[in-house]
């Protein structure tokens, strides 16, 4: 059974960056795609970005585009969200989610594709 858990979340300041961070354990992250999903206060899930199993494609919401880099490091089972230029509206919870052999296209997948969820890390962007 894959487990994934966020952490580095906080509050950060208009214009500031912040890294969040999803570790597995269980199962090794390899086979896995990962992508980080966001939920603010009355909005629905938003899809933010996707990185292939593979770790060769990754895919952004365009709310994100040029501002966030998500990475990967399967030797410690690590996958990160770089999170520049921030703004108020990127404060939400922010979840990652793990699907086997995604591969990652043009647009941001569903999150009824991913049977693996963490239980999310707060960002909030305030002055």
């Known amino acids: 059974q894959l487990r994934l858990g966020e952490s580095g979340g906080g509050l950060v300041q208009p214009g500031g960056s912040l890294r969040v961070s999803c570790v597995a354990s269980?199962?090794?992250?390899?086979?896995?795609?990962v992508a980080w999903f966001r939920q603010a206060p009355g909005k629905e899930r938003e899809g933010v970005s996707c990185?292939?199993?593979?770790?060769?494609?990754?895919t952004y919401a365009d709310s994100v585009k040029g501002r966030f880099t998500t990475t990967r490091d399967n030797a410690k089972n690590m996958v990160y969200l770089q999170m520049n230029s921030l703004n108020a509206e990127d404060t939400a919870v922010y979840y990652c989610?793990?699907?086997?052999?995604?591969?990652?296209?043009?647009?941001?997948?569903?999150?009824?594709?991913?049977?693996?969820w963490g239980q999310g890390t707060q960002v909030t962007v305030s002055s």
């Open positions: 269980g199962l090794t992250l390899d086979d896995y795609g």
């Open positions: 989610a793990a699907a086997a052999w995604l591969q990652c296209r043009a647009t941001m997948p569903s999150s009824a594709q991913f049977a693996y």
């Open positions: 990185i292939s199993w593979s770790g060769r494609s990754t």
